[in-house]
Nanobody, 122 residues
Framework: QVQLVESGGGLVQAGGSLRLSCAAS????????MAWFRQAPGKEREPVAT???????GYVDSVKGRFTISRDNAKNTLYLQMNSLRPEDTALYYC????????????????WGQGTQVTVSS
C-alpha cells in the first residue's frame, strides 16, 4: 500500500515562499505520475501541478511562473516550490499519485495524502 505524507505548509505573508514536500513509501515512486491538488474553504478541489515519471510538468494557469513541481526519485519525494504567494493560494494542499498517466481530476489518481495547510495573509 502506497502512503503519501505531505509537509511544509504554514502561515506566510503575501509575496512570501513555501516549499511543500510529499514523502512516498510502499510503492514504486519513480513510475508514478504525481500531482498536487488544493482545496480552499467552500471551493472544489483543483489540480495545481503535475509531473510525469519522466519529468514532464503541467500547471494550472493561476500558478504558472510562481510554482514549480519537482521530484527526487532517489528520495521518493515530491516537491512544490511556491513563490510570490497570494491570499487566494490559501488552501489545503494534497499530494497524489497515479499508476497510470494521471490527469486533471482527483479520480485519475490512486493514492493521496492527508494534506498540508497553506495560509497566505494579506
Amino acid at each position: 500500500q502506497v502512503q503519501l505524507v505531505e509537509s511544509g505548509g504554514g502561515l506566510v505573508q503575501a509575496g512570501g515562499s513555501l516549499r511543500l514536500s510529499c514523502a512516498a513509501s510502499g510503492g514504486t515512486f519513480s513510475t508514478y505520475t504525481m500531482a498536487w491538488f488544493r482545496q480552499a474553504p467552500g471551493k472544489e478541489r483543483e489540480p495545481v501541478a503535475t509531473i510525469s515519471w519522466v519529468g514532464s510538468t503541467g500547471y494550472v494557469d493561476s500558478v504558472k511562473g510562481r510554482f514549480t513541481i519537482s521530484r527526487d526519485n532517489a528520495k521518493n519525494t515530491l516537491y512544490l516550490q511556491m513563490n510570490s504567494l497570494r491570499p487566494e493560494d490559501t488552501a489545503l494542499y494534497y499530494c497524489l499519485a497515479s499508476r497510470a498517466g494521471g490527469g486533471s481530476r482527483w479520480s485519475h489518481y490512486d493514492y493521496w495524502g492527508q494534506g498540508t495547510q497553506v495560509t497566505v495573509s494579506s
